[in-house]
């Protein structure tokens, strides 16, 4: 009995969690900088890696997918979830292809950008 309630606290503590705080984490992305900065309610905004060493890439488990991101040759490691979860269906399809053409379409621009940038440097 004792174990049910233990559980159900839990169930509840983590739904709380993602409501409140996992649902306002930010990453920026700054080609000024060259960096990728991630902030929380709970958490100041931080350096997580450079912006030309992202690797974004699809995550599945159990019929779900979400975008990820991770450092080259780290990836699966350590990576942060940057989408929503994607199922099956139409809907989210209609909806990945959205995510595609709006947010990562404009995160390859800007880490294109930054990666010319860091050649021109090195060859002057």
């Known amino acids: 009995r004792w174990a049910i309630y233990i559980l159900m606290g839990y169930f509840i503590l983590h739904s709380l969690y993602d409501i409140q705080i996992g649902s306002k984490i930010r990453y920026t992305f700054d080609a000024k900088e060259n960096a990728v900065y ?5 958490r100041a905004k931080r350096k997580i890696m450079k912006l030309e060493e992202i690797v974004i890439f699809i995550h599945s488990e159990m019929g779900s997918s979400y975008y990820a991101l991770g450092a080259k040759k780290k990836q699966f490691i350590k990576s942060y ?6 199922s099956g269906g139409e809907k989210c399809e209609i909806k990945q292809k959205a995510y595609e053409n709006f947010v990562l379409m404009k995160i390859e621009k800007l880490q294109d950008s930054v990666l ?3 050649e021109t440097k090195n060859t002057q």
């Open 38 to 42: 991630k902030s929380s309610p709970l």
């Open 81 to 86: 979830i940057i989408s929503e979860g994607f």
């Open 116 to 118: 010319k940038n860091t």
